[in-house]
């Protein structure tokens, strides 16, 4: 299963397939954190894949939005180059606060034959969760003109609003920010932590027709009911690798405290595993 880097044909009918998946229906892009675990989902018939910030960070021994750049690029072209579907990057907040550091950066997240990219409008400071608004629609306007004014044109640009998850859960706010990043050219929309069936719909219908990503983290809702409301597509962020981080826990806690493997009875055969790759 030797992968070398795709060519720029590969990439761009890619990027041509996954912006055709966003025009109609409702689709599910779950989130690998590795090569194996971006196999495994290919492998269960997922048209396109989204990478993790958290998910990534955690099989590299660190924190969440810990990583640098070069590793996480790496891992990006680790990716493209490993399974044939489009990737949507968790480009977190482009490693950069003034918009021209966000826009190389984005240049250079595509350069590695993504599909897709998102900015975040979160600065990690508790006290002041979300960049000011104007910030954050000139880092999403950067953004967008850098990748028209380079080859990557093609590579979709994901805008992401964290109030939801950064202690800000206001909803009005968010519809401001997402219309305001769809307008200055955010191809898709993403507000992450949002629960409510009907708060969805509500930014549903403010950005349309520009699509929305819904991220799922827990059994709140369904495929079904999402895209009934119109969502175009469905991400989980780092909970498939919390899934598996949670079987693992289990386990190893297991063993540590009582010298018991009652859990490692419960798994997946090596010989099942094994035949998946």
Known sequence: MAHHSPDSSSVAERRRAFRRMHEHGCFV??????????????????????????????????????????????????????????????????????PAGVARNAVLAAETGIAALSIEDSTGDASSPLFELDLSVERIRAARQALDESPQREAMLVGRSEGFIAGRPDLAETIRRLTSYAEAGADCLYAPGLRSLADIESV???????????????????????????????????????????????????????????????????ADLNARF
Do not use: C, Y
């Open 29 to 98: 892009i779950p989130n690998p954190w590795d090569l194996g675990s971006a196999r495994v989902l290919v492998q269960l018939g997922f048209q396109a894949l989204a990478s993790t910030s958290a998910g990534f960070a955690w099989s590299m021994g660190e924190q969440d939005t810990r990583v640098t750049l070069e590793s996480v690029l790496a891992h990006l072209r680790q990716l493209v180059a490993g399974v044939d579907v489009p990737i949507n990057a968790d480009f977190e907040k482009g490693f950069a606060v003034a």
């Open 204 to 270: 549903v219908k403010a950005v349309a027709p520009k699509p929305v990503n819904v991220g799922v983290g827990s059994d709140f809702t369904t495929v079904a009911a999402l895209a009934a409301i119109g969502v175009r597509r469905i991400s989980v962020g780092g909970a498939l690798a919390r899934a598996a981080w949670t079987g693992f826990l289990t386990a190893a806690q297991e063993i540590a405290a009582h010298g018991t493997f009652s859990a490692l009875g419960a798994a997946i055969g090596g």
